[in-house]
């Protein structure tokens, strides 16, 4: 998004490293904008999908937390192949992870949690569970949605898989 969450999460956690990814250019270059006036240098973000770049940047089970927040749904069947939540994102994330990671989502679009619960509850390495003990800060679309009145949806869920996904 605009670089709201990351900013607002890297400032909450500064002892902590914070990447971001995000898909579209001008995004991108708000995100960082508003990193480098925030002052959180603990915090970047790269311009690609993080299904692409997770691997190459997150360091093999160390990553103790994962937001997917406000992706896109891609509604047309032809466009599915974009879309973040799907199981390619479970192999990518899995060698990641530490024992006990968690994993955000949220979303304005009922679609798109249930497509989060169909991912997530397909391995054995995840469980939803009710909150995460960390606070989770608002993005950009979450406070345009409060104001008009969306419903936002929320999941958690936490990896109980060994650390690197063997």
Request: charged content about 30%; proline content about 7%; overall charge positive.
């Amino acid at each position: 998004g605009k670089g709201l969450f990351l900013t607002r999460l890297a400032l909450a956690n500064p002892s902590v490293s914070i990447l971001g990814f995000e898909v579209r250019y001008k995004l991108t270059q708000r995100t960082l904008q508003r990193l480098e006036k925030g002052e959180a240098k603990n915090a970047r973000v790269l311009l690609g999908d993080a299904r692409q770049l997770l691997t190459r940047f997150m360091p093999v089970g160390k990553v103790e937390a994962l937001f997917v927040m406000f992706p896109d749904p891609w509604w047309k069947k032809k466009h599915h192949k974009k879309r973040v939540l799907d199981p390619t994102l479970l192999e990518v994330m899995r060698p990641l992870l530490a024992p006990g990671a968690y994993v955000v989502v949220r979303t304005d679009v009922p679609l798109v949690a249930e497509l989060a619960e169909e991912v997530f509850s397909s391995s054995p390495d995840f469980g939803a569970v009710d909150e995460v003990p960390f606070e989770v800060p608002e993005t950009d679309r979450e406070l345009v949605c409060r104001r008009i009145g969306i419903a936002i949806e929320e999941r958690f869920y936490r990896y109980s898989g060994s650390p690197g996904g063997a």
